[in-house]
C-alpha cells in the first residue's frame, strides 16, 4: 500500500497562474482533507470531503477550489495563484474516525 | 469553542533525558485527542490517540500520554529521549460534529 500520494512534490508559479494539486489514496477511506501549513501557524484546513460526492470548506477556503474525483482522489485547484498561498499542502484521509487521519508527503509550493 | 493550547513553541533536551511536550485543550465536552509528530520534510504520522478509554495512552516509539481532565491537558512523554526524535509535535482535538483543531506545534531538539 503507497498510502496516501500527492504530486506534484514542488512546484513554483507565477502571479497569476492556476495548478491542480493531485491526492490519491489506496486505503479505502471515506474522508480526505487539503491542509496548508506555514510557519508557526501549524495546520489549516482548506477544505475536506466527508464521503464521495461531497465537500465543505475548512477554515481558510478563499482562493481554492476542490474535486472529489472519485473515493480515491481528491483534488486542490487554484485557479489564480497569489504569494500569500505560497506554503506547503498536505493532502490527508481518515476512516472512520476523523481524528485518525494518515497524511501525504506534502506538495511545497512557491508563488512569485 | 474548541481550543488546543501546546504551551512550549520549542524544547531542547540531551540525548537520554526525559522528554516533556505539554497540551492544554478546552472544549464543552471531553474531547477525543491525539498526537503527531513531523519529521523535516516530511508528512504528519499519528502517535497516539485517546479516545475516552484508558486515560494512559501508549503510542508508537515508546511516547505515552496521559489525559487529565481536571486539569484540561494532554502532555506527551518519553523516559528516554533519542536523536531520532527530534521533530515536530502537534496535539489534535476532535470533537464529533466539528473540524479537527491544531496545535501551533512544539519543535523538539535533541543534543548528543
Known amino acids: 500500500n503507497a498510502g496516501v500520494t500527492q504530486t506534484p512534490k514542488f512546484q513554483v508559479l507565477k502571479t497569476g497562474q492556476s495548478m491542480t494539486l493531485q491526492c490519491a489514496q489506496d486505503?479505502?477511506?471515506?474522508?480526505m482533507y487539503w491542509y496548508r501549513q506555514d510557519p508557526g501557524m501549524g495546520l489549516r484546513l482548506i477544505y475536506y470531503?466527508?464521503?464521495?460526492?461531497?465537500?465543505d470548506k475548512g477554515e481558510v477556503p478563499n482562493g481554492y477550489n476542490v474535486s472529489r474525483l472519485n473515493k480515491r482522489e481528491f483534488s486542490l485547484r487554484l485557479e489564480s495563484a497569489a504569494p500569500s498561498q505560497t506554503s506547503v499542502y498536505f493532502c490527508?484521509?481518515?476512516?472512520?474516525?476523523?481524528?485518525?487521519?494518515?497524511f501525504g508527503p506534502g506538495t511545497r509550493l512557491t508563488v512569485t | 469553542a474548541q481550543s488546543v493550547t501546546q504551551l512550549d513553541s520549542h524544547v531542547s533536551v540531551s540525548e537520554g533525558t526525559p522528554v516533556l511536550l505539554r497540551c492544554n485543550y478546552s472544549s464543552s465536552y471531553s474531547p477525543s485527542l491525539f498526537w503527531y509528530v513531523q519529521h523535516p520534510n516530511k508528512g504528519l504520522q499519528l502517535l497516539l490517540k485517546y479516545t475516552s478509554a484508558a486515560t494512559l495512552v501508549k503510542g508508537i516509539n515508546g511516547f505515552e500520554a496521559e489525559f487529565k481532565k481536571s486539569e484540561t491537558s494532554f502532555h506527551l512523554t518519553k523516559p528516554s529521549a533519542h536523536m531520532s526524535d527530534a521533530a515536530e509535535y502537534f496535539c489534535?482535538?476532535?470533537?464529533?460534529?466539528?473540524?479537527?483543531?491544531f496545535g501551533k506545534g512544539t519543535t523538539l531538539s535533541v543534543s548528543s
Open positions: 489534535v482535538s476532535y470533537q464529533a460534529g466539528t473540524a479537527l483543531i
Open positions: 470531503s466527508a464521503s464521495e460526492g461531497t465537500t
Open positions: 490527508a484521509s481518515s476512516n472512520p474516525l476523523p481524528g485518525e487521519q494518515y
Open positions: 486505503m479505502n477511506h471515506n474522508s
